[in-house]
């Protein structure tokens, strides 16, 4: 990790409008960093115990890092048509105890950030926002990723852009990414600029070359990712022009078709992938509609990481159900799919897509 790293960082934040962005080795590494650094926060920081409002989709180290420093999550439902955090629910998911929100744009489709952020204001709450499935999408005149106190963002090799693996926190607090750069590499004040308001420098040279202030890991990114995503922010508004142009022959095939419910666009997505759920008021056969799928050399996935209440991990967390249940969630894990979006020219994938789902799905009448 050297200048091409630190280059990066400057650029990415500027991009985005932020003032500070701290690289790691994948979005996971900088979720986990951007949690930690709220528990060392001089005011106010995270403690064990406290809770924090969570989307029932999301990828699995969304969550994860949440867990392992021993916050309590409360689930909340998705909205159907979005797919994000049904912001209606805030309130009831609110107690005493609470102290973050997670907030995920799901596959290029921003959530209701404004919303949201608005609420954490009122309730005095930490903003997270895990925006690894959304870069450069727009809401409320703003880009995604930029509400949050944290914000973080994935480079793997299948996301917006790609350093192979990669990831990073962008924030506005200073003293976050001082501790963000101490918790990333060691612990050690090496990479925090002389002044820092989390130690004092003393006179030993000797002893200042090594010196750990936080429980930190090694979750440093390589230089050559560092060069990469540079050149790869360079094309990000050309890449987003493409796939919102693929975004608008789906919308145009699949819209207004009862049989499929799409994401229904919040602000300016920017189209991970195509997201369908199957209509259940249809019943259609969804092995047979899979089988459809596979035999015509279609590659298609479960919704992000499909609803995290399903999977066995759930059991070593300290969690409630909003609500007590999360029937869209579920719904979206039983019958929903994605098919990946890329920055060229899809139509002829687009179209081919819909005749085989078409074939598959037969109309009928209800
Ligand atoms: C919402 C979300 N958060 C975090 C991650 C983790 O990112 P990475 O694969 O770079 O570790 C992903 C990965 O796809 C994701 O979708």
């Known amino acids: 990790m050297g200048e091409e790293v630190a280059r990066f960082e400057e650029e990415f934040a500027r ?3 932020m003032r500070h962005g701290v690289m790691a080795n994948s979005g996971s590494s900088a979720n986990l960093i951007a949690v930690a650094a709220l528990f060392y926060k001089k005011d106010r920081p995270l403690q064990r115990g406290d809770e924090v409002i969570v989307p029932a989709i999301s990828w699995s180290t969304t969550f994860h890092p949440l867990q392992q420093y021993g916050l309590k999550l409360r689930f909340v439902d998705v909205e159907l ?16 105890r609470t102290r973050m929100i997670v907030v995920v744009s799901i596959l290029g489709n921003p ?30 005149g703003r880009k995604t990723g930029t509400f949050g106190h944290v914000n973080t963002f994935s480079f793997f090799f299948s996301h917006h852009i790609s ?12 003293e ?31 002893l200042e070359a090594y010196r750990f ?11 050559l990712s560092g060069a990469i995503g540079r050149e790869q922010l360079r094309k990000l508004p050309a890449m987003t022009a493409e796939r919102r142009r693929n975004l608008a022959l789906f919308q145009r095939l699949f819209g207004g078709d009862d049989r499929f419910i799409l ?9 991970f992938s195509f997201t369908i759920i199957l209509n259940p008021a249809h019943n259609e056969d969804l092995d047979a509609v899979f089988t459809a799928l596979n035999n015509a050399d279609v590659g298609f996935r479960m919704i992000t990481g499909g609803c995290f209440l399903r999977h066995d991990v759930i059991k070593y967390y300290d969690y409630e159900v909003v609500d007590g249940g999360v029937p869209n969630a579920e719904l ?7 098919v990946g979006n890329s920055p060229q020219d899809l139509s002829p994938q687009i179209h081919r897509l819909h005749e085989v789902l078409d074939r598959a799905c037969r109309k009928k009448k209800l």
């Open 15 to 17: 991009y985005f409008g």
């Open 263 to 271: 994401q229904r666009e919040n602000g300016k997505s920017s189209c």
């Open 81 to 96: 048509d979005t797919l994000n955090i049904d912001v209606s629910k805030l309130e009831r998911a609110l107690t005493p």
């Open 163 to 174: 350093t192979m693996e990669g990831g990073i926190v962008l924030t506005d607090d200073e």
């Open 111 to 140: 959530a209701a950030l404004d919303i949201i952020q608005e609420f954490a204001r009122q309730h005095d709450l930490y903003l997270f926002e895990d925006n690894c499935e959304s870069m450069d999408a727009e809401v409320a």
């Open 176 to 206: 976050l990414s001082h501790l963000l750069r101490s918790i990333r590499a060691h612990g050690w004040t090496r990479d925090l600029p002389a002044g820092s308001s989390l130690f004092e420098r003393r006179s030993s040279d000797h």
């Open 213 to 223: 202030i936080l429980p930190g890991y090694n979750v440093r990114p390589m230089e």
């Open 332 to 338: 979206a894990h039983d019958r929903g799919f994605f």
